[in-house]
Nanobody
Framework: VQLQASGGGLVQAGGSLRLSCAAS????????MGWFRQAPGKEREFVAA????????YYADSVKGRFTISRENAENTVYLQMLGLKPEDTAVYYC????????????????WGQGTQVTVSS
């Protein structure tokens, strides 16, 4: 599976962005999909994840209520809608895929996209 993240950019605080992650290869619908982010000088952290069916979603406390993860299996794509962006959301955002049901730690993910930069100005 190859993952291609896109949709990042520069936005003012309070603004919104929608990230996309397009997957190539078979069996996309069988993967748990996750979004992680890494700010300069910090470790990569979990942001959100969605089960293979889309029926269950998970969020880090820091983004709950502002970010929404969704997926369209027919299009092999997972999305991250980000509203009410804050300067502390500034990071490189990565999408990732794993066959299991675990979701919040990066070591359970088998495939990673290249990352897309999100910068939120104050």
């Amino acid at each position: 599976v190859q993952l291609q993240a896109s949709g990042g950019g520069l936005v003012q605080a309070g603004g919104s962005l929608r990230l996309s992650c397009a997957a190539s290869g078979r069996s996309f619908s069988r993967y748990t999909m996750g979004w992680f982010r890494q700010a300069p000088g910090k470790e990569r952290e979990f942001v959100a994840a969605i089960s293979w069916s889309g029926g269950t979603t998970y969020y880090a406390d820091s983004v709950k209520g502002r970010f929404t993860i969704s997926r369209e299996n027919a299009e092999n794509t997972v999305y991250l809608q980000m509203l009410g962006l804050k300067p502390e959301d500034t990071a490189v955002y990565y999408c990732a895929a794993n066959f299991g049901s675990s979701y919040s730690t990066d070591n359970v993910y088998d495939y990673w996209g290249q990352g897309t930069q999100v910068t939120v100005s104050s």
